[in-house]
């Protein structure tokens, strides 16, 4: 335990010495923050912050604005302005904010504008309000409206409320996805400016640290009740709409708030693949199978894609890629194929199903685990997805884990925690090791 600073000499390691305390994280906690916890978690400053280090961090700022299609941040000379709390002559009107992009640098002219509406809490995004915002905006000439909340949606173009106004843009951005934004920023050195990176990582750490922004952590009081409904169903039996939209709703912000979960919690950006009417989508499914399957993608590469399916009849949750082994015949591509996946250690798991498809779009057997084919190498037999009569070479293997949830399934907050820890462990164990190939 050492007494005083020995300058030249102490390590900062052992500072936490000099003041008797535990340990370098109680030290930690004593820094100076750039963005004070506790008295700033209201709508107004959270706001404030988030806005400041937007035009703080030039990354930041591109990535996020890019992804709404406003190209212009990137172009030379510009400059990114916000501010907080602008209302309209009758004062009936008070956006949360505004950012206005310009260029030139003698003489700025405005070359783009958007209204901001954030909401914290389980407060959620007003279609009157925003309804309200519009018309200020088209009297002022702002055609462009960005609402935060912790709500998600499948893509930043889209919002959590609608409008039939033309020439009028509504985008969202939800604090998990820019919290996770920035930490992936931070994580990829994407960031130049050492004293921008700093910026970014008090930014994640004030959101991560604020009591009232949070993931989608819940999938509705409304959620047991609709599951419970539609499990007894005959898969093509006809879902009402009330049950429908209760399923849609919360689901939408699920299979979003996995792909950030995964992107946040891994080396790997992994982003939904979704149409721009998701909803639809969803129902549709719903309406025929009632299974509900989702598309993922990592690092933007078609070649490392999952999906995940939701079957509301069983309560199973099931994962599958494709995995396509080029070189060599049946059995050398299963050997391949096993060497591939034993890169992550997956080990002889009899939870990961391997479906062996030829040429002829046929297939051995649906039953066959991985544990069972690393049993058949170890002891030198032929292995049971070759079958000669379907083809010298398999086309494709399918890789598959099936979970069934049971009770799990219909609890609004066990659902969540079971499907992204089986999402989790299929990235780590599965597409980790294609990836590597």
Same mark, same amino acid.
């Not at 750039?34 to 912050?49: A, H, K, M, R, Y």
């Not at 409320?161 to 985008?171: D, E, I, P, Q, R």
């Given at each position: 335990m050492i007494k005083k600073v020995d300058p030249g000499k102490t390590s900062l390691s052992d500072l936490h010495q000099v003041f008797r305390l535990n340990d370098s994280d109680e030290l930690d906690k004593k820094k100076a923050r750039?963005?004070?916890? /506790?008295?700033?978690?209201?709508?107004?400053?959270?706001?404030?912050?988030f806005l400041a280090s937007l035009c703080a961090v030039k990354e930041y700022r591109e990535e996020l604005l890019?992804?709404?299609? #406003?190209?212009?941040?990137?172009?030379? @000379?510009?400059?990114?302005?916000?501010?907080?709390?602008?209302?309209?002559?009758?004062?009936?009107?008070?956006?949360?904010? &505004?950012?206005?992009?310009?260029s030139g640098k003698h003489n700025p002219v405005i070359e783009w504008v958007a209204f901001i509406e954030a909401?914290? +809490?389980? @407060?959620?995004?007003?279609?009157?309000?925003?309804?309200?915002?519009?018309?200020? /905006?088209?009297?002022?000439g702002v055609n462009n409206i960005i609402s935060i909340s912790n709500e998600m949606v499948t893509s930043p173009t889209d919002?959590? #409320?609608?409008?039939?106004?033309?020439?009028?843009?509504?985008?969202?951005?939800?604090?998990?996805?820019?919290?996770?934004?920035?930490?992936?920023?931070?994580?990829?050195?994407?960031?130049?400016?050492?004293?921008?990176?700093y910026i970014l990582s008090e930014l994640r750490r004030y959101i991560d640290n604020h009591k009232h922004l949070?993931?989608? @952590?819940?999938?509705?009081a409304e959620w047991k009740a609709a599951v419970t409904k539609i499990h007894p169903y005959d898969p093509n039996a006809k879902i009402d709409k009330a049950t429908i939209d209760t399923l849609i709703s919360a689901y939408k912000q699920e299979e979003k708030d996995i792909s950030l979960e995964l992107t946040d919690t891994?080396?790997?950006?992994?982003?939904? &693949?979704?149409?721009?009417?998701?909803?639809?989508?969803?129902?549709?499914?719903?309406?025929?199978?009632?299974?509900?399957?989702?598309?993922?993608?990592? @690092?933007?590469?078609?070649a490392f894609q999952f999906n995940i399916e939701v079957d509301f009849i069983r309560h199973e949750v099931r994962c599958t890629?494709?995995?396509?082994?080029?070189? +060599?015949?049946?059995?050398?591509?299963t050997s391949t194929l096993l060497k591939v996946l034993d890169q992550s250690g997956v080990g002889a798991s009899d939870y990961i199903f391997i479906k062996a498809i030829y040429l002829r779009k046929k297939s051995v057997n649906d039953e066959i685990t991985l544990r069972q084919l690393l049993d058949e190498r170890d002891a030198g037999d032929q292995y049971s997805v070759v079958d000669k009569s379907f083809g010298d070479e398999i086309k494709v293997f399918e890789?598959?884990?099936?979970?069934?949830? +049971?009770?799990?399934?219909? /609890?609004?907050?066990?659902?969540?925690?079971?499907?992204?820890?089986?999402?989790?462990?299929? &990235?780590?164990?599965?597409?980790s090791s294609t990836i590597k190939t």
């Open positions: 750039l963005f004070p916890s /506790g008295n700033t978690d209201t709508e107004v400053p959270t706001t404030s912050i890019i992804a709404l299609g #406003v190209n212009k941040i990137k172009t030379r @000379n510009v400059c990114l302005l916000a501010y907080t709390e602008l209302e309209s002559i009758t004062k009936e009107n008070r956006p949360d904010g &505004l950012l206005v992009i310009t909401k914290v +809490g389980n @407060n959620l995004i007003d279609e009157n309000q925003i309804a309200r915002y519009i018309e200020f /905006g088209k009297e002022i919002s959590p #409320v609608s409008t039939k106004k033309k020439s009028f843009t509504l985008n969202h951005w939800s604090w998990k996805y820019l919290s996770v934004t920035a930490q992936k920023l931070i994580r990829t050195d994407a960031v130049d400016d050492e004293d921008h990176v949070r993931s989608h @952590n819940h999938m509705g891994s080396d790997y950006l992994v982003e939904l &693949l979704a149409k721009e009417d998701r909803g639809s989508l969803i129902e549709k499914m719903l309406q025929e199978k009632k299974v509900i399957s989702t598309s993922f993608i990592i @690092n933007k590469n078609k890629t494709n995995i396509i082994i080029s070189k +060599g015949k049946a059995q050398s591509q890789i598959q884990t099936r979970d069934l949830l +049971g009770r799990d399934f219909i /609890g609004p907050q066990s659902f969540i925690v079971k499907i992204e820890k089986i999402a989790q462990r299929f &990235l780590q164990q599965v597409m």
